[in-house]
């Protein structure tokens, strides 16, 4: 029996008001568990990314809750929701968002620091999880000397750094090339997965779909497959 | 929070490009600014420099007089009556007027006639050269040695020049404290001889020179003299009385502020910009970190540090790069008046404060308003 990770129940969410009013997601409930790939998948404006941003803190829903651990995160004040993200939730964008003005290992240090880890100790710690993604040789440089999978990989590196229990990952493949692609989240699915790690991936490459434990399909804002 | 600052260091150095265009913005700037307050400085200290070379206690003087060189002679019998106010310890006249010296070379220059009291020579400035008592042989003259020195031919002790046909000889070399404003040199003489050899209007005291008895006098010594049509103030009032002659009626003052708004303007308009393309490009960036866990705070006080460091760094440059200027100006040109004091560097900083204030300002809206959630939707 796997652990439960985060449930959501009857999120909603709608921008807009009157003739303008545009339902994103509409009335979904689903859970995903610790130790599995969940995929979130569905054609573009199908709500993937506003689901995603919901269960991860950072947009407000009209309607639902999100529960971690028992707690509903949109229950928490502004400062309690960031020290969630921090604490819980790892990102991994869809453009990677690295700074190009620091080293790839300090891209890495930015969220113990955030964590008010000291400099040094952040730097050592970076540097332990750059080895993980392969990539300690290439600590020093600024991250647009590496090529695109490269910079995946710290961004992976920079959102494990911190041990979240959910590592959310937005089009991991949008910018890379099929094969790239597929070795990214292989490797996720072998070095990053665990027992006690909840990974969720939105995405609509179908290319990656068998590393996914889980499926949920979405569509108009609602789920129509999968859960 | 110490980590997140040097976050925000290496972000801001890294960027040399913009770091550059910052630094020199506010450099720019506060140089300008330090340049054109402390020439006003100069100017004002100049333009008081006999008030400061005499060194009296209180000076009276006609209330339409605004500035030591456009003096209104004052009858003899004011001087007996400062003299008996109760509180006053001495009273004497001062001389001050213009001449034109005719060089031994046959080349006029103009000057400044400072006579002294005969009796006391009160106000006598401290010599190089000769002895003070010398001021009472015939023809006898002292030349202050300021930056208008070279346009006697830099005299020497028994040189001779004549003045108002009178024949002239330097018994001594004086210094200066602060140099005049107006670019001509100042010769000392007795006040007798100094009416005596220069035409004068009916009346010839162009101040009296008051050593009150003690401090709490002077309110009682200006009352009185005030009862009598005219106005006793001290050497500060007096300096500021000048002061604010050049600051408010000579255009002098709206003319230097007005370079300095133009100079605070350029300062703000190059790093604000700067600042602010700086913070858009990095936007999405401060988005994602927001995003990551990072709260409101940590990233203003990310950009407060950034616009902080920035400002201090271009303040201590421009000031640096102000005063190497004006040391050098002031090696060439001996007349150059610039100075810097504190309030030039506070005036300056508090520019550079508000230039820090404002482009924080535009960059802090901006990250604020930033929402995470437009980072995943691109």
Known sequence: ?227 | MFGILKIAFKLLVNDKGKFTALLVGITFAVFLMIMMTSMFAGILARSSSTVTNIGAKMWVLDPAVNNVSSSIPMPDYVQDAVRSIPGVRYAVPLYSGGAQVKLKSGIYQGVTVIGLDDATLFGRPDLMQGKIEDIYAENGFIVVNDAEFKKLDSPKVGDEFELNDHRGVVVGIAKANTSGLFGVPTLYTTYHRAITYIPSTRFTTSYILVQPKSSSDIPHIKLEVQKLGYQALTDDEFIQKISNFYMYQTGLGINVMLMTVISFIVGLSISGQTFYTFILENLEKFGALKAIGAKSRELISMILFQAGFTAFLGYGLGVGLASLIIMLAKLRLPDYAAQITNMNLGIAFIMVLIIASISSYIGVRKVIRIEPFDIFRG
């Open chain 1, 1 to 227: 029996m796997k652990k439960l990770a985060v449930e959501a129940t009857g999120l909603a969410k709608w921008f807009g008001e009157g003739e303008a009013k545009t339902i994103a997601v509409n009335e979904v409930s689903f859970t995903a568990n610790l130790g599995e790939i969940l995929y979130i998948v569905g054609p573009s404006g199908s709500g993937k990314t506003t689901l995603l941003s919901m269960i991860s803190g950072i947009l407000k829903p009209n309607a639902g809750q999100v529960l971690l651990e028992g707690k509903d995160i949109w229950r928490m004040s502004s400062d309690e929701l960031a020290d969630f993200r921090l604490n819980k939730i790892g990102f991994v964008f869809q453009d990677y968002h690295l700074f190009s003005r620091l080293t790839t290992v300090e891209n890495v240090a930015i969220p113990l620091i955030l964590k008010k880890c000291d400099w040094d100790e952040s730097m050592r710690i970076a540097l332990e999880y750059l080895d993980i993604v392969g990539l300690k040789d290439r600590a020093y440089l600024p991250p647009v000397k590496l090529s695109g999978g490269e910079q995946q990989r710290v961004a992976i590196a920079r959102a494990i750094a911190s041990r979240p229990d959910i590592l959310i990952f937005d089009e991991p493949t949008a910018s890379l090339d099929g094969d790239t692609g597929r070795k990214i989240v292989e490797f996720v699915k072998q070095h990053i997965l665990n027992e006690n790690r909840c990974i969720i991936i939105v995405t609509h490459d179908s290319r990656i779909f068998e590393y996914a434990d889980r499926i949920i399909h979405m569509e108009d804002g609602k789920i129509v497959e999968g859960d």
